[in-house]
């Protein structure tokens, strides 16, 4: 017996004495032994700190974290070619945290660019050389595994940064949410500015794509190092059961087939110009497409390993997919979507699996909890847009669900995901 009730009372109690901890260690002094430890302590506590604290509790502890690392290296001399004792390990490790909560839990504001990386993550190669050659706890293949799928993180997390960043350009377009004018007749003006808009939201398009086209040759390239063929979901027998892979390995391929969820998000959520409804169509069925990939991964990901074994940050990568998800049974009858869990809402075995994840960690998890009472909001709203003559889908033919009434699912989808940004925005996950 531990003397606790629950594991949250476990991680409450012990991560308040870890605090005090770090918070007597800042204030002993600043030498680089000491602000390398504190580096390390904050990465730590933004896994740690319990959601119910205080808002942004996990951004504010990598916050810190980054600061003592790179109070640490501005008296290190590390160059190309050379083992920097770990220090970039923690300088990618910090951003990489940094970048997952920034992307995944829609806070831009707590992102640290990456445009100036001190490092290349190809570097990283060096630092792990010894621990390849001889490492503990498992064989020297697994730990090749390991170092690779680390390394593929980091780079995936550079290229998000600078989705992000880009991404803050494309909302902020003021030119995208130009109506028609009052008067019946345009003038030349008018016209001008229209197409000015309609051209500046195709080139926002296209940069996003590019992001896109770099996470998905990066899979491909790690895939192929790694000689794996996730088309098929099928891995080495040797490695099932085996968590030190299968988790970091999911948790890269459920980020790169995610984060294409959140990439194009502002095409759906600007709403007000009549020049951009088929790209907002077209990023529609992208959205479809990639979260049903994401489904595919965490299903394979729950059947392969102990739920205990799957870190609750995973949680935050799968809510934006399975958002969308709820949308596409909408195009069923009223009578298949009166399911009262949200787990059945969705018509394929595949496509319940985020939900399942979530409620599997809800019991481990607060964080996990609030996104599933969020997930229940989503859900009455869907059902409720289903049951009304704006959405009745009933009557579409199954050879035009995906084209048939889409603006209508366009729309639901943009408030849903209003919801869910306005729900994560308070930082409790």
């Known amino acids: 017996m531990t003397g ?95 970048t997952q909560l920034s992307y995944a839990l829609r806070r831009p504001h707590r992102l640290h660019s990456m445009t100036n990386c001190l490092f290349s993550a190809d570097d990283l190669i060096f630092d792990f050389a010894n621990e390849r050659r001889s490492p503990q706890f498992c064989d020297q293949q697994t730990k090749f595994v390991q170092i690779h799928l680390f390394i593929w993180s980091c780079k995936l997390s550079q290229i998000l940064n600078n989705a992000l960043i880009f991404r803050g350009h494309c909302t902020n377009q003021v030119l995208w949410t130009i109506k028609k004018p009052v008067v019946q007749y345009s003038t030349d003006e008018d016209e001008r500015r229209r197409a000015d808009a309609l051209t500046d939201s195709r080139l926002s398009y296209f940069g996003l794509e590019k992001y896109e086209l770099e996470i998905l040759q990066l899979e491909a390239t790690y895939l192929k190092i790694l000689s794996l063929d996730i088309s098929s979901i099928r891995i080495p027998c040797k490695w099932k059961g085996c968590s030190e892979i299968i988790i970091p390995l999911y948790n890269v391929l459920i980020m790169s087939r995610s984060s294409i969820v959140s990439l194009y998000e502002p095409f759906v959520s600007q709403t007000g110009s009549p020049h951009c409804e088929d790209i907002r169509q077209q990023t529609f069925l992208k959205l479809q497409d990639a979260s049903s990939a994401v489904a595919i991964v965490v299903d394979k990901l729950l059947s392969l390993v102990r739920l205990d074994a799957i870190p609750v940050s995973f949680v935050a990568w799968v809510i934006f997919p399975a958002a969308v998800l709820l949308i596409a049974p909408c195009r069923h009858s009223s009578d298949e979507v009166r399911s009262p869990a949200v787990s059945e809402r969705v018509h394929s075995s595949h496509e319940r699996s985020p939900f399942r994840l979530i409620r599997l960690q809800m019991s481990r998890f607060k964080g996990a909890q609030a996104v599933w009472k969020t997930m229940q909001d989503v859900y009455s709203l869907t059902t409720k847009a289903a049951s009304s003559e704006s959405l009745n889908f009933s009557s579409v033919p199954q050879s035009s669900k995906r084209t048939k009434d889409c603006s209508s699912e366009v729309d639901l989808l943009a408030h849903i995901l209003r919801l869910l940004d306005l729900d994560l925005s308070y930082g409790k996950l």
């Open 4 to 98: 606790f009730l629950s594991i949250s009372e476990a991680q409450e109690v012990y991560y308040n004495e870890a605090k005090k901890l770090y918070r007597s260690q800042r204030i002993s002094g600043a030498t680089v032994a000491v602000e390398l430890l504190l580096a390390q302590t904050a990465l730590l506590l933004s896994f740690w700190a319990p959601q119910d604290t205080e808002a942004e509790a996990n951004s504010c502890w990598v916050d810190r974290a980054i600061y003592h690392a790179r109070s640490v290296l501005a008296k290190s001399d590390i160059s190309k070619g050379r083992q920097s004792g770990r220090l970039r390990v923690l300088y990618w490790s910090c951003h990489l945290r940094n």
